[in-house]
């Protein structure tokens, strides 16, 4: 039956195993919410515990980094390189477009940027 849609049975069983989970903690999820009595403490709002964990851990973030050789080149890789090659290839743009402008190859209406 799996075979029509190009995954094997094991794959199927996996997606069907899942979506019978998600079902389940939607279920559960709605049941919560439902429930005028459960959550008239909290605002009625549906308290999630690995929600809270990972907001938690977002705002706590900051007290507990501690640099090391790994994240100083993460971030010299991610931020620091890019802006420099960025800016160089800027700076070589404009200097070959300036000496262009500079020695005449480029007319006065084909320039960028000219005063009309």
């Known amino acids: ?3 029509k849609y190009g995954i094997s049975e094991a794959e199927y069983a996996i997606i069907k195993k899942q979506a019978a989970k998600r079902a389940e ?3 559960e999820f709605l049941k919560q919410r ?3 009595f459960k959550h008239a403490a909290e605002a009625g709002f549906v308290f ?3 929600h809270q964990r990972f907001i938690s ?5 900051f007290e507990y980094f501690k640099p090391n050789r790994r994240n100083a080149l993460f971030g010299i890789g991610t931020i620091v390189i890019p802006m420099f090659v960025y800016g160089y290839l800027i700076h070589k743009e404009r200097s070959t477009r300036e000496a262009k402008v500079r020695s005449g190859e480029i007319r006065y209406r084909d320039r960028l940027f000219k005063l009309c």
């Open 25 to 27: 903690m939607r279920r």
């Open 48 to 50: 999630d515990e690995g």
């Open 1 to 3: 039956m799996a075979e």
């Open 34 to 36: 439902t429930n005028p």
């Open 57 to 61: 851990m977002k705002v706590t973030q």
